[in-house]
């Protein structure tokens, strides 16, 4: 019989520029013809062929066990139809096959922005209460088949998230 695993929770936040900064970028809509400034995404895609698509996912709820990163690419998310959802993150640290237990926030990602995850950034998500959700996602063609290094908080600790 193995122990029960244990539920951590992890308080959200809405997600800022400023607060989401060690994780990567937050972009919100600018006035058209605004020039290129240090406010606008800074991807990596040169390690492969770029994949713009559309991602359709099920009601996920708040709860995950399992965090993924990408070494290398950045990667883009946002969702369509004004919907809000969630994110659970962990900054970059390539000298380490597992992320940091005390470093994993959670954020709020409203419906009108999108969220650039820099390159090695811990994630697990998107998460939401809705039905559905369909994302925009920016990544290489084969992120989720050649750069998906995931790490299992109950092999590793009996641990599950619930953001909160």
Known sequence: MSPANTLQQ???EWVTPENFRRYGQVIFASNDGKTYDTEDVVLN??????RF????LQRRGRKFDKITRHMQCTQCLGSLSGKDW???????????????????AAF????????????GTWHAGPYFEHEFVDFYNLELSDTNVMD????????????????V
């Open 86 to 104: 969630l994110i659970a993150v962990c900054p970059p640290d390539n000298s380490i096959d597992e992320p940091a237990l005390e470093e994993i």
């Open 148 to 163: 998906h290094f995931t790490h299992d908080f109950v092999k590793s600790h009996q641990l599950e998230f619930e953001m």
């Open 53 to 56: 698509y559309i991602m359709r």
């Open 10 to 12: 992890l308080q959200t």
């Open 108 to 119: 709020r990602i409203p419906g009108n922005c999108f969220i650039k995850l820099e390159v």
């Open 45 to 50: 895609l040169q390690n492969g062929i770029p």
